[in-house]
């Protein structure tokens, strides 16, 4: 399986849509999307600046987008605690994964994928629920399509399409591509946000969202690869293929947007 996560075009948030440059952005992720091959089923954030995103690739192939209130950002405010550096945003609210790095490495919980949610002020506000409700809503959807997270957090999947791994096992790695050699194989693309799009990357592969949040950054139309790797048959383990992709931003000779981010993007146009 293969999973495709588009972060929307350059954002005006506050109109929940995309400014002029996000329009440009996503004419070019139009066409892009539009030369890929057999996408099973596409599906979109609530949001206003993910629709319109999508929109535009839908109406040229003809496909609608299932939406889930889960795709939309993860944005859920907390109250800044009284020992933060910034002594200006104590007691104010912000979002969980915005942190100054004084704060986010003084405390080694954020690290760990099991205990991250637990530091007080993020457990007040419950964001381990947020995080469960986005997780358990992926997996149900996984379960559609035969992907079954089981008690050791990776997935057993139902009726596996066969694959080089174990129909023609080799010693080492593969040195050319088999996704494709099966056309059957399902491909969902999500139009979605950054921070969503992180907590569902590490409740795939096993990572603490804050390590996604505060040490990776994707720009606006960038798309996120993961596949599904079936070593064994009918066990599935998600990894990462490529991360935050803006070749049709390049090609298309349209300067990488660096909403989101607090340092310079490196230019190459």
């Keep these: 399986m293969r999973l495709i996560f588009i972060r929307h075009g350059d954002p005006d948030y506050t109109i929940d849509n995309l400014t002029p440059k996000g329009k440009k952005e996503v004419e070019l992720l139009t066409k892009r999307i539009c030369k890929w ?75 760990d994928k099991d205990k991250w949610a637990t530091v007080d002020y993020l457990k007040k506000a419950g964001i381990d629920k947020k995080f469960e409700e986005v997780s358990k809503g992926f997996d149900q959807l996984l379960e559609r399509y035969g992907y079954i997270r089981n008690s050791k957090n990776f997935y057993d999947v139902k009726e596996p399409t066969p694959n080089h791994n174990w129909s023609d096992p080799i010693e080492k790695y593969h040195l050319k591509s088999v996704k494709d050699d099966y056309p059957q194989e399902k491909t969902l693309v999500f139009f979605c946000h950054l921070g969503v799009m992180f907590a569902i990357i590490a409740h795939l592969t096993g990572l603490s969202p804050m390590q996604l949040w505060h040490g990776f950054y994707v720009a606006p139309t960038s798309i996120t690869v993961l596949n599904s790797e079936e070593r064994i048959k009918g066990q599935a383990w998600f990894r990462v293929e490529r991360l935050g992709d803006t070749n049709h931003l390049t090609n298309g000779k349209e300067e990488i947007s660096s909403s989101g981010y607090f340092a310079t993007l490196l230019k190459e146009i």
Excluded: M
């Design 37 to 111: 091959q057999n996408v099973t089923a596409f599906y979109t954030s609530p949001l206003g600046r993910a629709k319109a995103t999508g929109a535009p690739a839908l109406k040229k192939l003809g496909r609608e987008a299932e939406v889930f209130d889960w795709l939309q950002e993860f944005y859920y405010p907390v109250e800044i605690p009284a020992d933060y550096p910034d002594k200006k945003l104590a007691g104010t609210k912000n979002i969980c994964w915005d942190l100054l790095p004084e704060y986010l490495t003084a405390h080694p919980e954020f690290f």
